[in-house]
C-alpha cells in the first residue's frame, strides 16, 4: 500500500538589528515611514524585510540572507529589500512551500509603528502573495532600555509558517 505525501508544517523565525540615523530614509516594511532618521544598512537597511526573509529561509532550510546577499558584495549596496524579498519568496516556492502566515515585532522608540500597521501588512502582504489578514505586525517600545533607547535603532523579530509538499 502507497502513502499520499504529507504536507508539512516548518517554523522560521528571523531576527534583524539597525541604527537609526539622520539622513536616510526610514524604510520598513517596504514602507517608507515618515521619521527623521532611517535604518542604516548596506542596502535600504529595512529591518522589517531582513528579519522576514531570514524567517522564510529559515523555514524552507535554505541559507541564510546575509548568505545570499553578502553585504561585501558590491551588487547589493543600497539594494531595495522589496526586490530581495521577491526573489527569497521565488526561493521558498521553488522548494515547493507556501506561505501560511507571519507575526513580525518591530522594537525601536523611533518611529512608532501603530499608525501604520495596516500599510506595513499591506506591503508584506503583497510581498508574500498572501491576505493581509496572514500578517501581523506589533510595534513596542523598548522603554528607555538598552542600545535602542532614545530612538538609536529598530530590531525585529519576525516568524512564518509554510506548508510544504502535499
Known amino acids: 500500500m502507497s502513502k499520499e505525501p504529507q504536507s508539512q ?50 523555514a524552507a532550510g535554505l541559507d541564510d540572507l546575509g548568505t545570499l546577499f553578502p553585504d561585501s558584495d558590491p551588487r547589493w549596496k543600497g539594494a531595495d529589500s522589496r526586490a530581495l524579498t521577491r526573489e527569497v519568496v521565488g526561493r521558498v516556492r521553488a522548494r515547493g512551500a507556501a506561505i501560511v502566515n507571519c507575526d513580525i515585532v518591530i522594537a525601536t522608540e523611533g518611529p512608532r509603528i501603530a499608525k501604520h500597521r495596516a500599510a506595513l501588512r499591506e506591503s508584506i502582504a503583497g510581498l508574500l502573495g498572501i ?36
Not at 136 to 148: C, H
Open 9 to 58: 508544517l516548518r517554523v522560521g523565525l528571523g531576527f534583524d538589528v539597525h541604527r537609526l540615523v539622520p539622513g536616510r530614509p526610514c524604510v520598513l516594511g517596504g514602507v517608507v515611514l515618515e521619521h527623521p532618521t532611517g535604518p542604516l544598512g548596506h542596502s535600504d537597511g529595512d529591518a522589517v524585510l531582513h528579519a522576514l526573509c531570514d524567517a522564510l529561509l529559515g
Open 131 to 166: 491576505e493581509p489578514a496572514a500578517v501581523n505586525v506589533k510595534g513596542k517600545s523598548v522603554e528607555g532600555l538598552g542600545a535602542l533607547a532614545g530612538g538609536a535603532g529598530v530590531a525585529v523579530q519576525a516568524i512564518c509558517l509554510l506548508a510544504v509538499g502535499r
